[in-house]
């Protein structure tokens, strides 16, 4: 009995209806009430756990009255109707609160859910005592059943997506909630399922209007309710996106293999036949210890990555997870990071002559401190933040750092050029040439002290803009330089007819350079090669004397690497760049 009173009160609490603003939808079933039985008070009165609170009421003026002893409690406890022709004349009610108020007579009539649960009554009251005929009665019982309708219609509206008729997002939280009350602690998988990817449905919007894609959704959700059959619930969380709940106890791996065939039926299935791709995600949680929350994210991300893999079916995976949340955490923090002075600074690596031995220049390389991760890497943090629209503010942030300290050294007779990295979105820009220039003047720097450095990947991603702005670049004077030569697809016939005038090979042939023939093969042709082309060499991550003597003899014009020195601060280029260092000296 206890159990089954717990279980009512939780129906009740989770319609969300106590202690909310009365609404006309429920007060015109109570005027009507009233005027049937021409009786001056009536109400529809939930049971809570110690008091009788009304939804709706005519001739009443409290909110509530207590539990005690209410008739409608009796309603709500039995979940049947109940009549009291004078409650004086009853031994159990004769000294109620209502009796004490004056009130005679009481009939109520059971609000009861598809549950079996009675939430109270709707009542009407007498200050006289009389009896009610059957069809009075008969009419208290449909005007229940009224009321019984308005709040599963309140209660399903928000609830319900209108274009599937499948509960939504809302519902599947506030399911997986419940499961969670009712059978903690089990393993569980929730599976998401993404009809399409964002620029396809977008597409389609596009050529064939809104409705198109309304009808594939629709499609897609009887297609989905018919394999899952009428024991299990789809949901439609999101506008292309529905979920469901794996069978209890499943085994993981099997079951994402089923999966891979669901895919596969519910296109089959689908009378339209999109041009969309469906991913599938699937996320495995605990009832009752994963917050329903989570369980979303978690099933989305292993939908993103089923995308990005080009899998129909994959499994959530916490590695791939967390570098998505540290990814997206940099660039939301890497805006901020731009706005403050205190967070990015540059740092400065020599680049020495190899037949002089002398630093002729320096490359400027970016360090981020962030303010709760600690030094993040430019390898990491630069690929991010170049697939957005911060790669223009930050290039240019670069430069006016770099500039600056460009135009105070050659001030202080300390003669170098600087090298200043450029990402592919820089090329894009149409005054991005322009741009440069500004920052040249601002600072007083001759453009011949500049060296940009760009990627052979960067140039083929947008070749027509990228040639036009390093043409222009050229023309200022500015000079460049094809940044990690080697590791890009760029062919060298293109290549050849660009501006620029040094090739910085990249560190992973110069690694390798003591490892046998074969790799100092590589590096001595693609030397000669560039040469044969008109470029000045540069060899990038030159660690050891060994790897400066092979590169010396190869005919490498300049390198770059830890042997000479580390990126360092400005203060310690300084010192450096007048002391000379040990290294240089001993080479
Ligand atoms: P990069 O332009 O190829 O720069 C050379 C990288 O090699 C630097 O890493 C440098 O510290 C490292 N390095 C230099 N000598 C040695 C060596 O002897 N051994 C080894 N193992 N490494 C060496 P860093 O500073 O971490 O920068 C990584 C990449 O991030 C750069 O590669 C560049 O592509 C990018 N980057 C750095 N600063 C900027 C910037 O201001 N703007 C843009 N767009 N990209 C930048
Ligand atoms: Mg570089
Ligand atoms: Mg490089």
């Known amino acids: 009995m206890q159990n089954h009173e717990e279980a009512r009160l939780d129906a009740l609490h989770q319609l969300g209806l106590l202690d909310t603003a009365p609404s006309e939808s429920f007060d015109r079933i109570t005027r009507m009430a009233s005027q049937i039985f021409g009786l001056p008070i009536a109400a529809v009165s939930l049971t809570d756990r110690d008091r009788q609170w009304f939804k709706s009421r005519v001739g009443v003026e409290h909110q509530s009255i207590p539990r005690d002893k209410a008739p409608c409690a009796a309603v709500a406890e039995s979940a049947s109707t109940v009549l009291i022709p004078d409650l004086l004349a009853d031994t159990f009610y004769a000294d109620s609160v209502l009796a004490g108020q004056g009130i005679r007579f009481y009939a109520g009539a059971s609000l009861t859910t598809r549950d079996g649960f009675s939430l109270g009554a709707l009542c009407v009251l007498g200050t006289e005592p009389r009896t009610a005929t059957p069809a009075e009665m008969a009419a208290l019982h449909d005007l229940a059943q009224m009321v019984m309708a308005q709040i599963e219609l309140q209660h399903a509206f928000g609830r319900i997506d209108p274009l599937s008729g499948l509960p939504n ?239 105070a050294w050659s001030a202080a007779g300390i003669d170098i050029k600087l090298s200043i990295n450029v990402s592919a979105a820089n090329l894009a820009e149409s005054d991005f040439a322009q741009q440069v220039e500004l920052h040249l003047l601002r600072h007083r720097v001759a453009p011949r002290l500049l060296e940009l450095e760009v990627t052979e990947s960067a140039i083929m991603d947008d070749a027509g803009t990228a040639t036009a702005q390093l043409a222009m670049l050229d023309e200022a004077g500015i000079r460049l330089a094809i940044d990690d030569f080697g590791t890009g697809y760029s062919s060298l016939a293109y290549l050849q007819r660009l501006p620029a005038s040094v090739v910085k090979i990249d560190q992973s042939f110069v690694r390798d350079l003591c490892r046998g023939e074969r790799e100092r093969t590589l590096v001595r042709s693609m030397i000669a090669l560039s040469h044969g082309l008109g470029y000045r060499v540069v060899a990038e991550g030159v660690e050891t004397a060994e790897m400066v003597g092979i590169l010396m003899a190869m005919g490498c014009d300049e390198a770059q690497g830890y042997f000479f020195a580390r990126p360092m601060e400005a203060s310690d280029f300084e010192r450096w760049f007048a002391g000379g260092d040990p290294a240089l000296q001993a080479a």
């Open 169 to 407: 997002r809302t519902q599947f939280l506030d399911d997986l909630a419940d499961l969670g009350r009712d059978t903690p602690g089990r393993p569980r998988l929730a599976v998401l399922v993404d009809l399409a990817r964002g620029e396809q449905l977008n597409n389609g919007v596009r050529a064939m209007g809104s409705a198109y894609v309304d009808a594939m959704v629709r499609d897609a959700a009887r297609a989905l309710r018919t394999l899952l059959g009428p024991d299990r619930t789809a949901y439609h969380v999101a506008a292309t996106q529905f979920a469901f709940l794996a069978p209890d106890g499943v085994d993981e791996g099997r079951y994402v293999e089923q999966l891979g065939a669901l895919v596969h039926r519910l296109r089959a299935r689908s009378s339209v036949q999109f041009v969309m791709t469906t991913s599938v995600g699937v996320a495995p949680f605990v009832t009752g210890e994963t917050p329903p929350e989570t369980v979303l994210r978690t099933m989305h991300s292993a939908a993103l990555d089923a995308r990005a893999l080009e899998t129909p079916v994959s499994l959530y995976s916490t590695a791939q997870d967390s570098l998505h949340q540290r990814r997206f955490r940099l660039l939301a923090d890497f805006g901020a990071a731009l706005e403050q002075p205190s967070q990015l600074r540059l740092v400065f690596q020599p680049r020495i002559d190899l037949a002089t031995r002398r630093c002729v220049g320096a490359e400027a390389l970016l360090r981020w401190t962030h303010p709760e991760l600690g030094e993040i890497s430019p390898a990491e943090f630069i690929p991010i933040v170049e697939q957005t629209s911060l790669a223009r503010p930050t290039t240019a942030r670069v430069l006016d750092i770099g500039l600056a300290q460009l135009g």
